[in-house]
């Protein structure tokens, strides 16, 4: 099964910025995507997602307010700008599909995710 690639990761200090990546390479990402991210000891935690066409966006309450998530398709990519960066915030970051609803509006679900995990990237918030 083909997998986007994650980058941007790093290590910032509280109220930094970063953005990640997800890149396709060899295939079209044309479907929701969802960034999670997992802390040492935890569960993945769902943190936004984008529809298709990117008109659907759904954030956790965590990250509101400041981080953004957008796609560019004619780039095959799906980014996260993460702004005012916290200790919390720390984990690895993944990128995978998630499920998708048409009904009225497009509309993404982060609870109805693929765990096929890549490598993902590190965001370390500690000064």
């Known amino acids: 099964q083909m997998q986007p690639v994650e980058s941007g990761g790093g290590l910032v200090q509280p109220g930094e910025s970063l953005r990640l990546s997800c890149v396709a390479s060899?295939?079209?990402?044309?479907?929701?995507i969802g960034w999670f991210r997992q802390a040492p000891g935890k569960e993945p935690e769902g943190v936004s997602c984008?529809?298709?066409?990117?008109?659907?966006?759904n954030y956790a309450d965590s990250v509101k307010g400041r981080f953004t998530i957008s796609r560019d398709n004619a780039k095959n990519t799906v980014y996260l700008q993460m702004t005012s960066l916290k200790p919390e915030d720390t984990g690895v970051y993944y990128c995978?599909?998630?499920?998708?609803?048409?009904?009225?509006?497009?509309?993404?679900?982060?609870?109805?995710?693929?765990?096929?995990w890549g490598q993902g990237t590190q965001v370390t918030v500690s000064s």
């Open positions: 995978v599909r998630v499920g998708e609803s048409f009904a009225t509006e497009e509309a993404c679900h982060m609870s109805d995710y693929d765990d096929t």
């Open positions: 060899g295939f079209t990402l044309d479907y929701a």
């Open positions: 984008i529809g298709s066409r990117g008109e659907g966006i």
